[in-house]
């Protein structure tokens, strides 16, 4: 199993930039998938990125596309979250989540994803 830890979240204001970063436990974090979700009060949570294990392939949110760009470095355990151009919109808890990438299509939906960090929590202010 992957234990998966999220840090870099803060209070920014409108335009500014902020990096986030998913840190896995163990030695086999090269063989999954990492997706980023985001929950904001009252709201599901949805979707924002994923990174398939090679890194290869990415997907992005509408919302966040060309703002957002997802990065991993399998040696050191770690998927980075580098928010640009960022909005109040932006505002949520930030989960960091994981799935085994067997090379199928990159998940998008929350259920399946098998390991979910515990969050942290972005404010944009205007």
């Known amino acids: 199993q992957v234990q998966l830890r999220e840090s870099g979240g803060g209070l920014v204001q409108s335009g500014g930039s902020l990096r986030l970063s998913c840190a896995a436990s163990g030695r086999t974090f090269s063989n999954y998938a990492t997706g980023w979700f985001r929950q904001a009060p009252g709201k599901e949570r949805e979707f924002v990125t994923v990174?398939?294990?090679?890194?290869?392939?990415?997907s992005y949110a509408d919302s966040v596309k060309g703002r957002f760009n997802v990065s991993r470095d399998n040696a050191k355990n770690t998927v980075h979250l580098q928010m640009n151009s960022m909005k109040p919109e932006d505002t949520g808890v930030y989960y960091c989540?994981?799935?085994?990438?067997?090379?199928?299509?990159?998940?998008?939906?929350?259920?399946?994803?098998?390991?979910w960090g515990q969050g942290t929590q972005v404010t944009v202010s205007s």
């Open positions: 989540a994981t799935y085994l990438d067997l090379g199928s299509p990159l998940r998008v939906r929350s259920a399946t994803y098998n390991y």
């Open positions: 990174i398939s294990a090679s890194g290869i392939r990415t």
